[in-house]
């Protein structure tokens, strides 16, 4: 147990309420420790945290549309690397043709997100059908290749040295957010076996970024059957279902998917709106200054930000105040719809995101000074 120096105080104009009935004329800005998890304190400004006039330097919120990128080699180990430290490599893979070898990351455990697109993973434990708003994840050293029926697009997420895992779901139960059954597994089915065969196969093994061949004189996914609790999962995006409040905007650690040591995955989804009339019904301004915030925005309207459509992602650093934009911000009480129609995937990480030079070309430079409205 962390021993925090805490002391809750209330100093000046202040709300009794998180991110409900704010001072009159006031914007709400929380700084807070461990994600939303810590101690935190609220502050009440005249002016909106981001109205700033000018922002230079590294720490600079940034955008690229990831759906620009081309030049996708034939395999997952030829994805590009988007951005990455040392507990986590973001990678973003087009494939429009069936994988002619099979893969195995021996770096870390593997999670796709199938931005576009349809196909059949077989891999050691037998076959999945994959497709559009899927989470798929493969664990280390999990061998597996693709048949595609429609181009796929992949959003790859890499836990370095690391596992996934579920978050702890407290008082909601286990069954909140979603079901441990909705988790599917791979099935030895007839598609599964009839795959198997003599026909030679090479294996691409990825350790410390370099690649190994192994060759087979067969196909090496020749399993009959197995038993026990390691295996890859699949999750869709519609079986989740929202932790919500009436009164109150949750943080978006509410919203956590699964999680690794350094970094966490939280899936945004559509879900009612806030109806309390005094509650905040956009994100409130906050310093998150233990996390670098990347988000990968799927498919919908995205009611915080403007001019941000599917396959763009945003990098906000830690080390400044965010929070929605100029045109969120003016429906801060009210919405005009009664439900929000996003879905993104956020990956936030303790460690800073580097950016990879080749994702400059495809980066909106303007992004900084979009909040000037």
């Known amino acids: 147990m962390k021993r925090w120096i805490a002391f809750p105080r209330s100093e000046g104009e202040s709300s009794r309420q998180a991110h409900a009935a704010l001072p009159e004329n006031t914007y709400e800005r929380e700084l807070g420790k461990e994600g939303f998890f810590g101690p935190a304190t609220h502050m009440y400004h005249r002016r909106p945290p981001t109205g700033w006039e000018s922002f230079e330097g590294p720490i600079r919120p940034r955008a690229f549309d990831a759906g620009k990128l081309s030049g996708f080699g034939p395999g997952p180990l030829d994805a590009r690397e988007l951005m990455g430290n040392a507990s ?46 899927d989470y798929v ?39 909140a ?62 079986d989740i279902r929202p932790l919500m409040s009436h009164r109150y905007h949750l943080p978006p650690s509410a919203h956590t998917t699964f999680l690794a040591g350094r970094f966490v995955i939280c899936t945004f989804v559509p879900r009612p709106f806030e109806t309390d009339p005094d509650a905040l019904k956009v994100p409130f301004f906050h310093n998150n200054d233990d996390y670098d915030e990347l988000i990968f925005y799927h498919q919908g309207k995205f009611f915080s930000r403007d001019n941000i459509h599917p396959g763009m992602m945003t990098l906000h650093p830690c080390g400044f105040t965010h929070g929605p934009h100029p045109k969120a911000l003016a429906n801060m009480l009210t919405q005009s719809a009664e439900a929000t129609e996003e879905v993104a995937v956020m990956i936030d990480t303790r460690d800073a995101l580097e950016v990879r030079e080749e994702l400059e070309p495809v980066e909106w430079a303007g992004y900084v000074d979009s909040w000037k409205g």
């Open 177 to 238: 957010i979603f079901d441990p059954a909705a988790l599917e597994t791979p099935h030895i089915d007839e598609a599964f076996k009839a795959q198997q065969g003599d026909t030679p196969w090479q294996v691409r093994v990825k350790r410390g970024k370099q690649v190994s061949l192994i060759g087979y004189p067969f196909n090496p996914l020749d399993a009959v059957g197995w038993k026990g609790d390691l295996a890859p999962v699949r999750l869709n995006w519609r």
């Open 88 to 133: 986590v490599s973001i990678r973003f893979w087009r494939c429009d043709a069936n994988m002619d070898h099979l893969v195995r990351n021996s770096d870390g455990d593997e999670l796709l997100f199938v931005h576009a697109g349809c196909g059949q993973l077989f891999c050691d434990y037998g076959h999945l059908s994959v497709g559009e708003g």
């Open 137 to 175: 994840i493969l664990p280390r050293g999990t061998m597996w290749r693709l048949e595609i029926e429609q181009p796929m697009s992949l959003l790859m997420v890499e836990a370095t040295n690391d596992s996934y895992r579920l978050p702890d779901k407290g008082l909601l139960g286990p069954h």
